[in-house]
Structure formats: structure tokens, C-alpha cells
């Protein structure tokens, strides 16, 4: 079920704004079919999330398709043009270099960068909301990014994590969790992964891949004798779509107004100084 400021949301005209098939019509779907309620403040609110859902999808399948490499933290590499690396092995946002800009060099120089799989689901998160909010917004929020784990995340990003959930969605970050991991490759503990909507997951290192194909890959970085299978946890981390979707509509209002105030102004001026041809 679907609520909008407290009405139920019931009118086709929504559904039918998305192709079938879509990323956007299933999550709509999933949502008036569940016995969850998922409420919004606003039409706006939904839409924003639906958008940023398919956005991170496409981020995803975007640093898949790159050259950016699966690197441990001691060996995790990055463009010192714009990022410097710490001692921990995460990726510090230079000064005086443009957030906007950093995030995109990943995905256009990625040969330059090698990371674990949490680093890479927080860079998709980035790419994802730079492909929407407009640039300005994008460095004005963003201004001192630090690559590495959740620990770091920026606290604008409204990074969550829901156990236990009626259901989850498209374009979620869900967890592989590897018990019986080899203590010499503490890195395949588990997997961070892309839900991509279609049954398959991206998780940085392993590639694209059913459930069954990355619990597979798990399970061969396990130690001996081992007798305890990875799994899916039933967890799912996620920004915080409405904070977000406010903070956009707000920044627009804001420019919307300054743009009224300067036309005013410019067409005030205009009639205290006339020009006589």
C-alpha cells in the first residue's frame, strides 16, 4: 500500500507515468501489492525515490563496466589528482578540487582506482545522486568527502540500515555474509551488493551475479573443513530517499525565487531608466 499525505494511493495514472517492465513501475507494484505501508509526504516524494533507485542501478552497472579494480584497503589505490589516500587505505577529497569532479574521475579514469566492495557501493550512492541533483547542490552538500566504509559515509547521504523488512526493492544495498570465511582472506567476510531489479546483484569484486553465483563465489574463500554456507541477509542499506527528495525541491524552490527576484529587479530597473532612442 501506498499512502500520500495520508491518502491511499489508488489512481492508475501513477503507475502508467512507467513503461512496463521499468525499474520504476516494478517498485510501484511492490509497493501497492505488500502488506506494508509506505508513506510519503508528497507525489514528489515517491517520484524522487523511484528515480534515485533506477539511478543507482545504473551507477552500478556503470562502475561494473569499468576498470575499476578490486583492491584490499593496504592495497587500495586512487587518482591523487583529486583524492588523497590515508593511512587506513580511503580515498580523502583533495582541497580545493570540486566534489562533483572527484566523483566523476572514478568512473572516467577508473584504471587509477582499486578498493574493497563497501567503497564501491558508497560511490555508487554518490554517482547515482550527481546524475540527478544539479552540480551546485551536489558540492554545497558533499563537500568533504572520505571514500572507505560505512564509518565515513557523509551524514547528508541519510545512510541507513532496515533489518527485517516487509520487502525490498530495487536498487537497495543488500549484504552477502560469509561465516566460515578463510582467516587469510578476511575480505570475502561478505559482499556488499546492488539489488539491479532483474534477480541479479552487483557487488564489487565478484561482478554481476545470481544470489546462487555470489554465494557460490563466497563459498570458495571459505576456511577448511568448513560447514556453514554464505547467505542473504535480511537487511538492506539505503539513503535517506525523502530527506533527499526535500533537500532537491528545496534548493529549486530557492533558485526559483532568486530568478523572480533578479527579473523583478531587472524590469524595475529598466522603468526608473528609460531609454529614449
Same mark, same amino acid.
Given at each position: 500500500? =501506498?499512502? =500520500?499525505?495520508?491518502? $491511499?494511493?489508488?489512481?492508475? #495514472? ?25 508513506? %510519503? ?15 543507482? *542501478?545504473?551507477?552500478?552497472?556503470? +562502475? ?38 572527484? =566523483?566523476?574521475? *572514478? %568512473? =572516467? ?15 555508487? /550512492? @554518490?554517482?547515482? +545522486?550527481? #546524475?540527478? /541533483? ?9 563537500? #568533504? ?6 564509518? @565515513? ?7 541507513? +540500515? %532496515? ?26 567476510? &561478505?559482499?556488499?551488493? *546492488? ?6 546483484? @552487483?557487488?564489487? &569484486? ?7 553465483? $555470489? *554465494? ?52 524595475? #530597473? ?8
Amino acid at each position: 500500500m =501506498i499512502k =500520500i499525505a495520508g491518502e $491511499i494511493i489508488v489512481d492508475d #495514472n501513477i503507475i502508467n507515468k512507467y513503461p512496463q517492465g521499468s525499474i520504476e513501475r516494478k517498485i510501484i507494484n511492490k509497493m501497492l501489492s505488500s502488506s506494508a505501508t509506505y508513506r %510519503y509526504d508528497s507525489l514528489y516524494q515517491l517520484e524522487f525515490e523511484l528515480n534515485l533507485r533506477k539511478n543507482i *542501478i545504473n551507477a552500478a552497472i556503470e +562502475l561494473h563496466k569499468s576498470k575499476f579494480s578490486f583492491e584490499t584497503f593496504r592495497e587500495s589505490r586512487c587518482n591523487t589528482d583529486y583524492w588523497t589516500r590515508t593511512n587506513e587505505g580511503g580515498f580523502q577529497l583533495k582541497q580545493g578540487v570540486l566534489p562533483s569532479d572527484a =566523483i566523476r574521475d *572514478i %568512473y =572516467i579514469n577508473s584504471s587509477k582506482y582499486g578498493t574493497e566492495c563497501a567503497t564501491a557501493m558508497v560511490i555508487v /550512492f @554518490y554517482k547515482a +545522486l550527481l #546524475n540527478i /541533483f544539479p552540480q551546485k547542490l551536489f558540492n554545497t552538500m558533499f563537500a #568533504n568527502i572520505h571514500l572507505m566504509n560505512w564509518a @565515513y559515509i557523509d551524514r547528508d547521504l541519510g545512510i541507513g +540500515l %532496515y533489518r527485517n523488512e516487509a520487502d525490498y526493492f530495487p536498487g537497495d544495498c543488500r549484504y552477502f555474509k560469509n561465516p566460515d570465511v578463510n582467516p587469510k582472506t578476511p575480505e570475502w567476510q &561478505g559482499e556488499n551488493v *546492488i539489488d539491479l531489479g532483474n534477480s541479479t546483484y @552487483y557487488g564489487h &569484486g565478484i561482478g554481476i551475479g545470481t544470489a546462487d553465483e $555470489i *554465494i557460490n563465489a563466497l563459498n570458495k574463500n571459505r576456511k577448511a573443513r568448513a560447514t556453514e554456507s554464505a547467505y542473504l541477509l535480511n537487511s538492506a542499506t539505503r539513503p535517506n530517499f525523502k530527506y533527499l527528495a526535500d533537500r532537491y525541491q528545496k534548493f529549486i524552490s530557492t533558485l526559483q525565487r532568486e530568478d523572480y527576484r533578479m527579473a523583478w529587479k531587472y524590469y524595475r #530597473n529598466r522603468d526608473m531608466n528609460p531609454v529614449y532612442l
